[in-house]
């Protein structure tokens, strides 16, 4: 079951990333796609926008939890960190990748943005889970 819930996930990202417009998605409910054969990759590497708007920072943060959710998730069904790690850092970069063929602006910061909420989820795991074997150490 978890592993449907994770697969379940990972296709709602996908979605959400490679929708022709997020905004319209969100806004009115469409969800269309459009492939682009000769995807700008220059774009893969252009810096942060210097216009920084409340809905690219709302955007960001949804990056952030998508990645710090999916993260969660896979820690419930795998417990070797570093795979984790590769795992999910693997797939926010093939989302950023694959945004460039759906006329979308996939970009290697975002990836640092997906990155966020991964390395949140791995060191809240940690957190709780050194509170845990301290608890149980004061219980013994």
């Known amino acids: 079951m ?18 022709a417009s997020f905004h319209d998605l969100i806004h009115f409910g469409v969800l269309s796609f459009q492939w682009d054969n000769q995807p700008m990759f220059s774009e893969f590497l252009s810096p942060f926008p210097s ?3 409340q809905s690219l920072i709302i955007q ?13 998730l896979v820690l419930m069904k795998l417990r070797s960190i570093p795979i984790i790690l590769i795992m999910t850092a693997s797939f926010a ?5 694959l945004q460039l063929y759906f ?4 970009r290697l910061f975002d990836i640092g943005i997906d990155l966020i909420g991964i390395l949140a989820a791995l060191g809240l795991a940690a957190l709780f889970k050194s509170k845990q074997s301290k608890q149980i150490n004061l219980d013994n």
Do not use: D, P, Q, Y
């Open 93 to 97: 970069a093939l989302t950023e990748f």
């Open 103 to 106: 006329s979308r602006g996939g």
């Open 51 to 53: 216009n920084i708007s």
């Open 2 to 19: 978890r592993s449907f819930v994770i697969f379940v996930w990972c296709v709602a990202i996908l979605t959400f990333t490679c929708t």
């Open 60 to 72: 960001k943060l949804g990056h952030i939890v998508a990645f710090h959710i999916l993260t969660l």
